[in-house]
């Protein structure tokens, strides 16, 4: 596991870390490449500022990176875009216009809001909310194609008040396989994100059986990051990827360069 795919830096609104040590941290941790893909969160607030970036200055920033790590590793650009229903026209300008490695599309907030504020399960139940997400997210792919992998598929289950224990691929079957075939017929990824693991979920990011599944529908893009936001926090519980990468039927990780896919095997 020598690649992470999914990491911020003070770029993004909720990182305080300059690219440079996240770069050191990826090198002491033995990784060969790293994909910063820093928040582009439009019309999302956080402390009174919009939860976007310059992406002039941040290419001008990396790239810069890139020359001075050369040779020690392999630093790509990329960008976590925030997808909601009414900037899928926006988005497809931004990333056309930018020469990113990889686009990684995440879905973040529901009706404009994130799940990570509690007041979005006010009055609802964790199943109700899930189901939100997932709507939202089938809604959000289909009027958004120009992304590489698909972030973190059950990321508010973290912020559920049981958190995981109205969740399962069972479940909320009719959606989730919605999704992956969507995915696969598209060409698209599927993120596994360890953050989960961070967050104290018994699985990363989706949930294995979510990953089995994908594999089992014939997919075969699988994008591995950690969703790191401090140094210490890069490829976070790498070690325990492979294991249960195999035990889905996971043959090969794919990384991105240049909007391109190379697959290496496990």
Do not use: W
């Amino acid at each position: 596991m020598k690649a992470d795919y999914h990491m911020h830096t003070s770029f993004s609104k909720d990182a305080h870390t300059q690219p440079e040590e996240m770069i050191e941290a990826a090198i002491q941790k033995g990784l060969q490449t790293i994909c910063i893909t820093d928040h582009m969160d439009k019309d999302v607030m956080i402390k009174g500022e919009e939860f976007i970036f310059d992406t002039d200055l941040y290419f001008e920033k990396i790239q810069d990176l890139q020359q001075k790590y050369k040779g020690k590793i392999e630093v790509l650009i990329g960008v976590e875009v925030g997808m909601q229903p009414h900037l899928s026209e926006y988005f497809k300008e931004y990333t056309r216009k930018y020469p990113f490695d990889f686009v990684l599309g995440s879905v973040h907030v529901i009706g404009g809001v994130d799940p990570y504020y509690p007041e979005f399960f006010e009055g609802k139940t964790d199943t109700q909310a899930f189901r939100e997400m997932l709507d939202e997210t089938i809604e959000n792919i289909q009027l958004y194609s120009d992304y590489d992998s698909l972030g973190h598929l059950d990321y508010i289950v973290r912020y559920g008040r049981n958190r995981e224990k109205e969740y399962s691929y069972e479940k909320f079957k009719e959606q989730i396989d919605f999704i992956l075939k969507f995915l696969i017929e598209n060409g698209k990824g599927l993120e596994v994100n360890t953050a989960g693991l961070k967050y104290g979920l018994p699985f990363a990011h989706p949930h294995p059986d979510i990953i089995k599944r994908y594999v089992e529908l014939g997919g075969e893009i699988v994008t591995l990051g950690s969703d790191a936001h401090k140094p210490e926090h890069v490829a976070y519980d790498f070690e325990k990827v492979k294991p249960l990468l195999q035990e889905c039927g996971v043959k090969y990780l794919t990384k991105f360069k240049s909007r391109k896919p190379f697959f290496e095997l496990i």
